[in-house]
């Protein structure tokens, strides 16, 4: 789909030369088509940093919705992890892009208060799960920063160990 192609070449950009090289032209460049073609799908740097606000939360909301877990935390962790684990870790990127814009800011930041709160009162322990959200977040920020820092070892071992911190007290 071209909107997605558009949407990633500006995360790239972001990515690899940061929140000053974010034009329309030159992700227009970067995706291989006229600023008029990126004009028609996005009209504005806004729409487009918009655009990309939007497609990380449905894409995290998508993929929390395939994971296996009891718990709403299981499956937080389990969508991090795959995240982590498939190379997608531009969040960090569309943060940057849209920073100093609180109107563009406003989705991502609804989304992350509904992902940190939602069904904690329902955990058989609120705090551990809080624990496991945060370092999920912790995670997937510096796995943005250096995707070479955890190896599978390391991530299967971080899985094992925030899993038994969500287990009920005895």
Excluded at 75 to 89: E, I, Q
Excluded at 147 to 156: A, R, S, V, Y
Aim: aromatic content about 6%; proline content about 4%.
């Amino acid at each position: 789909m071209r909107r997605d192609e558009l949407l990633d070449a500006a995360e790239d950009l972001l990515c690899d030369q940061g929140s000053s090289a974010l034009t329309l032209a030159a992700v227009a460049d970067r995706a291989g088509v006229s600023k008029g073609g990126l004009l028609y799908h996005y009209g504005t740097k806004e729409a487009l940093i918009k655009g990309m606000v939007e497609r990380l939360i449905e894409d995290f909301d998508q993929l929390m919705g395939t994971q296996p877990g009891e718990t709403y935390t299981e499956r937080y962790l389990h969508a991090t992890l795959a995240a982590v684990r498939s190379g997608r870790l531009r969040r960090w990127a569309v943060v940057t892009g849209a920073s100093g814009n609180l109107f563009l800011l406003a989705p991502l930041r609804e989304a992350m208060a509904r992902w940190h709160r939602e069904g904690l009162g329902e955990e058989p322990d609120p705090r551990a799960a809080q624990i496991v959200r945060l370092a999920c977040e912790g995670l997937w920020d510096v796995a943005s920063h250096d995707p070479e820092l955890n190896t599978e070892d390391d991530l299967q071992a971080l899985e094992t160990r925030m899993k038994a911190l969500l287990k009920p007290p005895s």
